[in-house]
């Protein structure tokens, strides 16, 4: 499958198979039940569609990796509306928003790292008068040291920001221990981007493995473990350990994406448990489902699957 990523790569920029990907009926579909809309509107409408299901919400304005610090600052700005459009249509108790750090620049040939800390700030004061709260989304490993450099600055004054740990790196547990304090927020995925061996595991039951040591380190800590995946057998074991370790529904929350085993968040939260939806939204949807692709070729078969099921 790995021989398909330079391919889809290629796909991704262009804007011919764009349009005829998102015109043609069956794609459409593909496209629609991943990624609601392009703008805040499409973001609010299905915020409000899930939380009358009982379900939580966090936004993510598609983009990354971005080198122009106008483009960084529209994206700011885009967060600031969305947030502002959660608290004026009284969504905020349901919605939080994701920021990629290389969305706000994180990558600026200048400054980049203190760009990008101070444009997360001003989400974060949004966020906060809004009534809700930012995550940060972990990216390559490359970004990891820079981006818990940047969680432990904004922690500062904004304690509520959440942070996201892979659990396919090795450094991983570790990097549990020393989130898993009182008031610290960690969403704990088992991460979609191609890395080398040197930092991570590349089989699937070592990942598996990797990511059951990390929940019992957050679980048993003091902090709220947000549990990312859509992997049955690591819900039931997330319940488990949740048991084991004393904790009650509300001292922790499941996540998973948008449109990917609705069946499923609808029963956990009608189980009382807090089940928080991952929605993109934004013009990058394209370079956003196509880079998915490229970044773990197998998710194609899952998606397509998942299309028939939706379970």
Known sequence: MSLLRQPILLLARSQGVKKLVSTM?????????YVPGEATADAVRATSELADDGLQVTLDYLGEDTTDAAQAEATVAAYKDVLSELASRGLAAHAEVSVKLSAIGQFLPDNGHKVALENARDICRAARNAGTTVTLDMEDHTTTDSTLSILRELRKDFPETGAVLQAMLHRTEADCRALAYEGSRVRLCKGAYMEPEAVAFQEKVEIDKSYV????VLLAGQGY???????PR????ASSLASRFGRRPGTYEFQMLY????????????AGETM??????????YGYLMRRLAEKPQNL???????VSKK
Do not use: N
Not at 25 to 31: D, K, L, N, R
Not at 225 to 231: F, Q
Not at 277 to 284: A, K, L, M, S
Not at 301 to 307: E, G, T, Y
């Open 276 to 285: 928080r939806v991952y929605i993109p939204y934004g013009t990058e949807w």
């Open 25 to 33: 009926p069956v794609s459409s579909g593909i496209v629609t039940s």
């Open 301 to 307: 078969a899952f998606f397509a699957r998942s299309l």
């Open 213 to 216: 040591r990390c929940l019992k």
């Open 225 to 231: 473990p947000m549990i990312a995946t859509h992997d």
């Open 234 to 237: 690591m819900i039931q074991i």
């Open 259 to 270: 449109g990917i085993r609705p069946d499923e968040q609808k029963r956990l939260a009608a």
